[in-house]
C-alpha cells in the first residue's frame, strides 16, 4: 500500500482524508498530545484495520475522538452530570472521559468492554477532520505497538509506513503525551492514565477523584538498588506487573527504547536532580562505556555540562529533553528523546529523574514504564 503523506496547509489534504476515513481506509493525523492513527470508530472493520497495522493487541480498546459535546448522548449510557462538566471545562481539549457504550459502539473498538472512551482533541486538523468526515474516529497512537508515541509526522512514517492510507502532518504537537483518562464509571471518577490535565485540575471542576491504584506505586519500588552497585543492576519488576491497571494499554510494555534504560534518583529529593544523582550517573556511565557499550544520557539543556566529560569518548550519547523547571518541554522532547536513543545504536541508557509534581508525574509515569521499572536511589 502507498501511504500518501500530505500537510494539513494543503487545502485538499483534510478533503482528502475525509473520503479515506469515509471509504473505511486509515489516516494518521495530528493531535495536541500525540499524532492519532484515524479509522471510523463505528465500522468493525476499519477498528480491525487499525489493529493490524499498528500490531496491537485486540483486547486493548480504542479511543473514540468527537468535535461536538452532543455526541456524548449518541455515543454512551448514563451520562452522569460530571461527564457534562469535565466537558465543558476541558474539551476541546487533553481529556479522554470512559463511559458505559451505546450498542452503536462495536466491540471491535472498545476491545469487548461495555464502557467506551471519549476525547475532543483541541488541535485544528483533528476538529476539521472529524467534522468534514462526519465520522467519529477511532484513533490509538500512530505508533507500531510498544513504539514511542509519535510527536511528529516523520516519526509516524518510521513507524506505519506502507501500512496506511495517509498521514496528514501539522507539525510538531504541542503536549507530546497523550491523554489523561478518567473513568467516570466508577463511584469515585478515577484517573486510569495521567496527563497535561492533572488530578487537582479534574478535583477542582467535579470533587474528589481517586488515582488507579496501580499508578500510586508506578514511581516506587521498594527494593530498588542503591548507587553505585557496581554493576548496574535493575530493580526487579515494579507494583504495576504484579496488579492490573483498569485501562488495558497501561499493562502492556510501552515505549521501551532498544536499548536498557535505568532512571536514578534522589530517594529524599525526587524532585530535583541533586549532585548525588549526578555523581551516580557519572559513576555509572563511566562503567558502562569502560564495557564498551554505546551508552546515553537523558538530561536537560541546564544539566548537560555535567557530561562534559564524556564527550570525547566515541561511544557516549548525549540525548536533551528541554528545561529542567519547564515540565512541558521536557513532555514535548521525551518521545523524539526515547526514539532518538535507538536511532543513536545507545545500548545503555541513563536517565536523570524529573520534577514529579501535578504534571512532572504524568511525565515520570512515562518514563518509569520506558525504564521497565529500572530505577537506582541515591
Ligand atoms: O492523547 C491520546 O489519548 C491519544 C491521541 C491520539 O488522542 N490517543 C491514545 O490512544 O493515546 P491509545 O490507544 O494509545 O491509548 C488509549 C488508552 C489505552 O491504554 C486503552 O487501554 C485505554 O486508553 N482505554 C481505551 N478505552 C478504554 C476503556 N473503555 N476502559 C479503560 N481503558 C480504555
Ligand atoms: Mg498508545
Redesign the pocket.
Known amino acids: 500500500m502507498q501511504t500518501i503523506l500530505k500537510n494539513t496547509e494543503d487545502p485538499s489534504s483534510i478533503r482528502e482524508a475525509s473520503r479515506i476515513l469515509k471509504e473505511g481506509g486509515l489516516v494518521a493525523?495530528p493531535?495536541?498530545?500525540?499524532?492519532?492513527?484515524?479509522g471510523n470508530a463505528l465500522d468493525p472493520s476499519a477498528s480491525a484495520r487499525i489493529y493490524a497495522a499498528k500490531g496491537?493487541p485486540s483486547d486493548?480498546?480504542?479511543?473514540v475522538?468527537i468535535a461536538e459535546t452532543s455526541a456524548l448522548e449518541e455515543l454512551a449510557e448514563e451520562i452522569p452530570e460530571k461527564a457534562h462538566q469535565l466537558a465543558e471545562a476541558f474539551w476541546p481539549g487533553?481529556l479522554?472521559i470512559?463511559l458505559y457504550?451505546k450498542k452503536i459502539v462495536p466491540d471491535a473498538t472498545?476491545?469487548g468492554?461495555?464502557?467506551?472512551?471519549i476525547?475532543m482533541?483541541s488541535h485544528p486538523a483533528?476538529l476539521a477532520l472529524i467534522r468534514e468526515s462526519g465520522v467519529y474516529i477511532a484513533?490509538?497512537?500512530?505508533?507500531k505497538s510498544g513504539r514511542p508515541?509519535p510527536t511528529t509526522a516523520q516519526h509516524v512514517k518510521e513507524d506505519l509506513d506502507g501500512r496506511i492510507d495517509m498521514i496528514l502532518d501539522g507539525g510538531p504537537v504541542g503536549?507530546g503525551?497523550?491523554?489523561t483518562?478518567v473513568?467516570l464509571?466508577e463511584e469515585v471518577p478515577m484517573i486510569?492514565?495521567p496527563?497535561f490535565i492533572t488530578r487537582e485540575m479534574l478535583s477542582a471542576v467535579i470533587g474528589p477523584v481517586e488515582l488507579d491504584p496501580t499508578l500510586a506505586g508506578i514511581t516506587e519500588s521498594e527494593n530498588a538498588p542503591l548507587c553505585p552497585t557496581g554493576n548496574g543492576a535493575a530493580s526487579p519488576a515494579g507494583p504495576q506487573d504484579l496488579q492490573h491497571?483498569?485501562?488495558?494499554?497501561?499493562?502492556?510494555t510501552h515505549y521501551a527504547p532498544k536499548g536498557e534504560l535505568t532512571i536514578v534518583s534522589d530517594r529524599t529529593t525526587p524532585e530535583r536532580v541533586t549532585p548525588a544523582v549526578k555523581k551516580c550517573l557519572q559513576h555509572l556511565i563511566r562503567e558502562a562505556l569502560d564495557q564498551g557499550m554505546i551508552t546515553g544520557i537523558m538530561t536537560t539543556g541546564e544539566n548537560a555540562a555535567d557530561y562534559d566529560i564524556f564527550k570525547d569518548d566515541p561511544h557516549f550519547r548525549l540525548i536533551l529533553l528541554g528545561d529542567t523547571d519547564n515540565g512541558q518541554t521536557v513532555a514535548s522532547h521525551l518521545y523524539r528523546a526515547l526514539r532518538e536513543c535507538d536511532d543513536r545504536g545507545c545500548e545503555r541508557i541513563y536517565s536523570e529523574n524529573f520534577r514529579r509534581d501535578a504534571f512532572g508525574s504524568a511525565i515520570m509515569n512515562r518514563m518509569v514504564k520506558a525504564a521497565g521499572h529500572r530505577i537506582i536511589y541515591c
Not at 493531535?31 to 484515524?38: K, R
Not at 486493548?60 to 479511543?63: D, E, G, Q, S
Not at 484513533?139 to 505508533?143: K, L, M, R
Request: aromatic share 6%; charged share 15%.
Open positions: 493525523f493531535t495536541e498530545t500525540v499524532y492519532g492513527l484515524g496491537r486493548n480498546p480504542l479511543i475522538h487533553p479522554t470512559i457504550k472498545t476491545g468492554l461495555s464502557t467506551v472512551a476525547r482533541p483533528a484513533a490509538p497512537s500512530a505508533n508515541s503536549i503525551i497523550e491523554s483518562i473513568d464509571t486510569l492514565r496527563g491497571p483498569k485501562a488495558p494499554g497501561m499493562r502492556y
